[in-house]
């Protein structure tokens, strides 16, 4: 079956920690996201990337890391600089192009002790 | 960036009534999605709609883009249909990042 995956469904973390998300995709799309969504609210973006080896910053990318050295694949690290990370998690992957239409995984989700 | 305003943001129906969701965004979008968040908070694809008017059973949508919304119609509406509904755009220089409404909570009682 052809999909999103994310891991883990639930991630709970010490402060001062950072944590890796991890991301992936056999729909064979160039693009993915990642996107941070808090309780009642909607989704905001934190990274995408069009392409292996590039990415760009989202609208509220402080304190988070990506990385992408593999089509299939959009890891998320949440790291000790991001001041309230406690949130649901959610990558997505299109194909290239602004009009694409874009897919969504089953999310994490991260909370801070 | 392009603001998206969703309303009603709550709605109660009883199960068989019908409703309407509306979407509308202050700029020209080339992509416009309609989602259902379900109870575990998976985003379901209901519609992608930039333009024009789409079926799928019991769902409808229709995007008016030159007057810059989109309405998402629920008919014979069922428990199963409770959720959250979310519409989100992305616009011609934005490269597929979509920007979100903050969501209709639709609430079907039996």
């Known amino acids: 079956d052809g999909g999103i995956t994310q891991s883990p469904k639930y991630l709970f973390r010490k402060e001062g920690q950072n944590v890796t998300l991890s991301c992936e995709q056999n729909?064979?799309?160039?693009?993915m996201y990642w996107y941070r969504q808090d309780p009642g609210q909607g989704l905001r973006l934190i990274y995408y990337?069009?392409?292996?080896?590039?990415?760009q910053k989202g609208d509220i990318a402080e304190g988070y890391s990506v990385s992408r050295e593999k089509k299939e694949s959009f890891p998320l690290t949440v790291t000790s600089a991001q001041k309230n990370p406690t949130a649901f998690y959610l990558c997505?992957?299109?194909?290239?192009?602004?009009?694409?239409?874009?897919?969504f995984g089953p999310g994490t989700r991260l909370t801070v002790l | 960036g392009i603001q998206v305003e969703q309303s009603p943001p709550d709605l109660i129906l009883q199960e068989g009534a019908n409703s309407t969701l509306r979407c509308n965004f202050s700029?020209?979008?080339?992509?416009l999605q309609w989602f259902h968040q379900n109870p575990w908070g998976q985003l379901i694809n209901l519609f992608y709609?930039?333009?024009g008017t789409k079926q799928n059973g019991r769902l409808s949508a229709t995007t008016v883009a030159t007057e810059r919304y989109s309405l998402l119609y629920i008919s014979s509406s069922q428990t199963t249909d409770s959720g959250v509904y979310f519409c989100?755009?992305?616009?011609?220089?934005?490269?597929?990042?979509?920007?979100f409404g903050q969501g209709t909570i639709l609430t079907v009682h039996p």
């Open positions: 700029d020209s979008v080339n992509n």
């Open positions: 729909l064979n799309h160039d693009a």
């Open positions: 989100a755009v992305a616009g011609g220089t934005s490269y597929g990042k979509l920007t």
């Open positions: 990337s069009q392409i292996v080896n590039d990415f």
């Open positions: 997505a992957s299109s194909m290239v192009g602004g009009a694409a239409e874009q897919f």
């Open positions: 709609i930039p333009s």
